[in-house]
């Protein structure tokens, strides 16, 4: 099984989880609900891990891996807020059936208001914290899901969040605004389908999918505390399994987002972040944002630097 009741009983019974990418094509024979990506479905609905936030930042000394102009770049950052556990990948009915001589496939978009609601919550309390602007996105055009969501977004904004900038947006028009000017972006909150695919286009206009971090936050409990999951947004990547040449800095920075969110260590989180940038700015690379000429890093090669720069800023 993917997901089996002690691993259940770990993660509930632990401050916080670190999560590492799963899947790969030996098991694409494998039923669906057999596969890894059913474990993980399976994590965040137990958990209610219901909000997914997808950081997308740039650092100045990579902005010549993205395909995007240095200048359209330079100073990015944009946090996505993704409703994880409702939405097109869990509502009912699902699959594939006969109907008048030929397959017929069914997936259903399904949202609650409350699903809606605690994760906007999330999302303008964060805006809150940050630049102020909030951008919600839908397709309230086509889908009444769309409508439901523009629906409560706007009634929130009017009752509790009228000093944040609240846009709403069609999701169409946001992957294009990702790439035509991101920097107009501060924070995104969208359902679960469209977060999934904003984000790994976030991911790329920073440069590389092998260097950001994410959460995924439950309900608060007694104390206002949020169980959590962390992972990089990247996925397994089983074609380099073994070979010590991964990027290791997505797992290190979804760790730094461990200790400021989880564990009341903000300072430490801020530090790790500081030396992953402090290296970078060193000119020091794994493969998948190597310089056309320079010899890249070792996954371990990159850890053993960054836990010397670590050293060094704690001394100082």
Not at 89 to 104: L, M, S
Not at 131 to 146: F, I, P, Q, R, Y
Request: with cysteine.
């Amino acid at each position: 099984t993917p997901w089996a009741a002690e691993t259940i009983r770990k993660a509930k019974d632990a401050d916080a989880v670190l999560l590492g990418a799963v899947g790969g094509p030996k098991f694409d024979n494998l039923s669906r609900d057999m596969r890894p990506e059913a474990g993980l479905l399976n994590l965040r609905k137990e958990l209610d891990l219901f909000a997914n936030l997808r950081p997308a930042t740039t650092f100045d000394s990579l902005l010549e891996a993205s395909s995007l102009k240095a200048e359209v770049i330079k100073g990015l950052d944009i946090l996505i807020v993704r409703e994880l556990t409702s939405g097109i990948y869990f509502g009912q009915p699902r699959g594939i059936n006969n109907e008048e001589n030929e397959r017929v496939a069914v997936d259903t978009q399904k949202y609650k208001e409350h699903e809606i609601s605690r994760v906007a919550e999330i999302a303008f309390e964060l805006a809150q914290k940050r630049g102020g602007v909030l951008h919600s996105v839908d397709k309230e055009n086509v889908m009444a899901t769309g409508i439901l969501w523009r629906d409560v977004l706007t009634k929130l904004h009017r009752d509790k969040y009228k000093h944040i900038q609240l846009h709403h947006m069609y999701v169409d028009n946001c992957a294009m605004q990702l790439v035509r000017e991101p920097k107009q972006f501060d924070v995104i909150v969208t359902d679960n389908m469209f977060g999934d695919i904003l984000s790994d286009c976030a991911s790329m206009v920073t440069g590389s999918l092998g260097m950001l971090p994410s959460a995924s936050l439950g309900a608060p409990d007694q104390n206002g505390r949020r169980f959590a999951v962390y992972e990089p947004v990247h996925g397994s990547a089983p074609d380099i399994a073994g070979m010590n040449v991964a990027n290791p800095l997505a797992a290190i920075l979804s760790f730094a987002l461990m200790l400021e969110h989880s564990l009341d260590m903000a300072d430490d989180g801020s530090l790790i972040r500081r030396a992953v940038r402090a290296v970078l700015d060193n000119g020091l690379r794994t493969a998948d944002i190597n310089e056309l000429g320079k010899e890249p890093l070792s996954t371990s090669a990159m850890g053993d630097a960054l836990l010397e720069k670590l050293k060094r800023m704690d001394e100082e």
